[in-house]
């Protein structure tokens, strides 16, 4: 018997390969698998500084300063310099790259949607507070900033 859990993140995954996959060969994403996930990371990080995208993928500075580099020629990366320390700069992702990321979310929604459809309302509430659940206590790995953190200028 497979784990449940892992067969919806194995589905979810291989989705969204497809999707970035599909992308690249049709042009539509100027962008490598590689530097998707990039862009990913950052996003999901809330405007990390290069040290901290670095840390998190366990690579050096300069790699990190080469990807973002790229990144930001191509137009899905910005640096924001912090207000409170001119030296520092936050990463951020650019409305090209949300074009591209909102198109990717759809199936999440379209799930969610037939999750909604299926379930009960007692139901629902009790799989989205599992979910939560989940992201808040149980992925400790992950160790992205709690949403303190994340409202930052």
């Given at each position: 018997m497979?784990n ?6 194995g ?20 962008l490598?698998?590689?530097?998707v ?9 809330n ?15 300069p ?12 137009g ?5 310099q ?6 520092e ?7 090209k790259?949300?074009?591209y ?6 199936y999440?929604?379209i ?26 206590e149980?992925m ?7 949403s ?5 200028s």
């Amino acid at each position: 018997m497979s784990n449940p859990l892992s067969e919806v993140y194995g589905k979810f995954r291989l989705h969204y390969y497809r999707d970035v996959f599909n992308r690249i060969q049709a042009r539509e994403l100027s962008l490598s698998a590689v530097e998707v996930y990039c862009t990913e990371i950052i996003r999901a990080l809330n405007k990390p500084t290069i040290n901290e995208f670095a840390n998190f993928i366990n690579i050096s500075s300069p790699n990190a300063t080469y990807k973002v580099n790229s990144l930001i020629q191509k137009g899905y990366v910005t640096k924001i310099q912090s207000e409170s320390d001119k030296r520092e700069y936050y990463l951020d992702v650019t409305e090209k790259f949300y074009k591209y990321w909102n198109i990717s979310e759809k199936y999440l929604d379209i799930v969610e949607a037939r999750l909604e459809e299926s379930l009960t309302k007692e139901e629902f509430d009790t799989f989205n507070n599992i979910m939560k659940k989940i992201s808040n206590e149980l992925m400790p790995e992950v160790g992205l900033p709690n949403s303190e953190e994340q409202d930052r200028s």
